[in-house]
């Protein structure tokens, strides 16, 4: 199970991506930097992510277009997009935006700590879906392992038992260390977060 959501972020001025690193690097998930909604695009194909955060105005595919052809995708047709634009608040661009796909629509300037929380909820809310994916994965294996046990009867032999209980104890244990493994805060815990 991974225990660190993609977090895809697109605009083509360097200094914006270096500017979004900068503010989610607290967020401890691995960000993808890419200058081009071709780029998103085919990122977005390739891999799998928790949140894109794409500028508006970019030379060739524009933000509208490339979240059009993310959300035209059934792979990707759910990831949520958030745009990030210094093309204004007007109704028409922010109306555009939503009926693109987007989830919210942000101008710059933006409160750093704002799009943080924002991107921290949609962190949390795709490792707690890889956690109940993975946690369904694995009841197969506790049942089968369960049904194992029920059926034992007290002239089964020693080692047939405790085969039964190895194969539980596995199950558990597995269970018990993707449970452990998800470190998952709440948008309120998040560090420095302004006070």
């Not at 509208?64 to 047709?77: D, H, L, M, N, V």
Request: aromatic letters at 6%; hydrophobic letters at 50%.
């Amino acid at each position: 199970m991974a225990h660190q959501a993609r977090i895809l972020l697109v605009d083509d001025r360097a200094e914006n991506l270096f500017a979004l690193e900068a503010i989610l690097s607290s967020l401890d998930q691995e960000l993808v930097f890419v200058r081009s909604g071709e780029a998103a695009v085919e990122a977005a194909a390739s891999s799998e992510f928790a949140v894109i955060l794409l500028d508006v105005v970019m030379p060739g595919m524009d933000g509208f277009e490339t979240a059009g052809q993310i959300k035209r995708r059934a792979r990707t047709s759910d990831v949520p997009i958030i745009f990030l634009t210094a093309a204004g608040a007007e109704p028409e661009l922010a109306f555009r935006g939503y009926a693109a796909g987007a989830v919210d629509y942000i101008s710059k300037p933006f409160d750093p700590w704002v799009l943080r929380a924002k991107v921290s909820v949609f962190v949390n809310l795709y490792l707690k879906d890889r956690l109940v994916c993975d946690l369904t994965a694995l009841l197969p294996a506790i049942e089968e392992a369960a049904a194992g046990l029920a059926g034992l009867s007290g002239a089964m032999a020693p080692a047939t038992l405790a085969d039964g209980l190895a194969q539980l104890d596995g199950a558990i244990a597995a269970l018990r260390s993707r449970l452990g493994g998800l470190n998952v805060s709440s948008p309120s815990g998040i560090s420095g977060a302004k006070g």
